[in-house]
């Protein structure tokens, strides 16, 4: 059987069993709002280090675990390397992180390539040094010990929304209980480490920063899917705007109306170092 195994464990997150369930529990938000959509059909959570991120992310997974368990997690990854045009799908055998192995969906994978025909292909050497979905996993392995996984990664292109609708119609062949989720963190900002700063530093970045992350957030939360990638592409405000892109159409052929923003942060608000130069922006947001 075809095992991935993890590539930033004791990076992004803690590399042994013990560290994993403590960090995750410290995550996890000390109450759901109740006035979420019902049903949850998707969400979008931040793949940083779990230092930064994890809180962000882990408000998402509580609130679909709130309504009930998934059969399976389809984790929409950004793109950080691979840059085909096809969507890639990790199809078979298992992930591997410190809290063991979570299965693939192979059944669901034969569907979503079948309904994703020259949409999406089986390439899980696509996935071998990607670590948006690989985070996430861990709190799905804690929070849904039963459930399996489909990672499948989307590159920023005209096809992302169309790979989201053939997801959808997998979906509802599938006739099981599955949530769509899709990783991306926001703008990247910062001369030192991502060359791009045009508000200079301080208080000034930072305001420039949120503004230009609103920008993204509101096409999530009016689920505008169709303007993510051009968006991204102009303003630079999101990393993974094909995973965004795929996961609101996804979202919306489920029958999701609204996005819903659960939270909104950067790494300086979060682990300020005095001015604030580089840093990069995080959002949790729910789909239903």
């Not at 992930?95 to 994978?109: F, I, S």
């Amino acid at each position: 059987m075809r095992v991935r195994r993890p590539v930033v464990a004791g990076q992004f997150y803690p590399a042994d069993r013990a560290g994993c369930i403590r960090m995750i529990q410290e995550s996890l938000p000390k109450e759901i709002p109740s006035d979420l959509p019902r049903p949850i059909v998707a969400g979008i959570v931040p793949h940083a280090g779990w230092v930064y991120s994890g809180p962000i992310a882990a408000k998402v997974f509580a609130a679909i675990q709130a309504q009930g368990t998934p059969d399976t997690i389809v984790l929409v990854s950004a793109d950080h390397r691979w840059g085909s045009p096809l969507a890639a799908l990790y199809g078979s055998g298992a992930w591997l992180t410190p809290l063991g192995e979570v299965p693939v969906d192979e059944e669901l994978a034969r569907v979503v390539l079948e309904e994703g025909k020259g949409l999406v292909e089986d390439a899980p050497q696509a996935h071998s040094g990607e670590h948006s979905a690989e985070v996430q996993v861990p709190f799905i392995q804690y929070l849904f010990p039963q459930a399996r996984i489909l990672p499948v990664l989307v590159s920023p292109t005209e096809r992302a929304v169309a790979v989201g609708e053939a997801l959808a119609r997998a979906v509802k062949r599938a006739g099981k209980p599955v949530v769509v989720v899709g990783t991306t963190d926001l703008t990247h900002y910062g001369a030192m480490f991502y060359g791009f700063a045009p508000a200079g530093t301080g208080e000034r970045a930072l305001a420039w920063a949120r503004a230009n992350d609103e920008r993204i957030i509101r096409l999530m939360l009016e689920m505008r899917a169709e303007e993510v990638v051009s968006e991204t592409e102009i303003h630079h405000n999101a990393c993974g705007g094909g995973a965004i892109a795929a996961t609101i159409s996804a979202a919306r052929a489920l029958g999701a109306r609204k996005g819903v923003l659960l939270e909104y942060t950067n790494s300086h608000f979060i682990m300020p170092r005095g001015p604030a130069t580089d840093f990069v922006g995080y959002a949790a947001v729910v789909f239903g």
